[in-house]
Nanobody, 120 residues
Framework: QVQLVESGGGLVQAGGSLRLSCAASGRTFSNYALAWFRQAPGKEREFVAAAASGAGINYADSVKGRFTIFRDNAKNTGYLQMNSLKSEDTAVYYC??????????????WGQGTQVTVSS
């Protein structure tokens, strides 16, 4: 089992920045891909970014050039740096660990989410 806890969400103005953290415990984090998904009210959970246990990195087109995913395996922590935030980025953000991919079912471990609200 891998337990994941997100933090760093909050309220930010459009154009601002926010960094989300994902603290992992349990089985070694370095063996799993790290991903971030988000879910807005009334919408399905959507892929944001993923980092493989190796070198692979993948971003959704909607966040490419604005968001950066990175990880510190020694600290068992993943991050999502969000810059140039837009109101449409408002959602609950979830970190996940599992197989490297872009779909919900690629990942077997999930955090409880952290709210990100971007004001216009």
């Amino acid at each position: 089992q891998v337990q994941l806890v997100e933090s760093g969400g909050g309220l930010v103005q459009a154009g601002g920045s926010l960094r989300l953290s994902c603290a992992a415990s349990g089985r070694t984090f370095s063996n799993y891909a790290l991903a971030w998904f988000r879910q807005a009210p009334g919408k399905e959970r959507e892929f944001v970014a993923a980092a493989a246990s190796g070198a692979g990195i993948n971003y959704a087109d909607s966040v490419k050039g604005r968001f950066t995913i990175f990880r510190d395996n020694a600290k068992n922590t993943g991050y999502l740096q969000m810059n140039s935030l837009k109101s449409e980025d408002t959602a609950v953000y979830y970190c996940a660990a599992g197989a490297y991919g872009t779909k919900y079912h690629d990942y077997g471990y999930w955090g409880q989410g952290t709210q990100v609200t971007v004001s216009s």
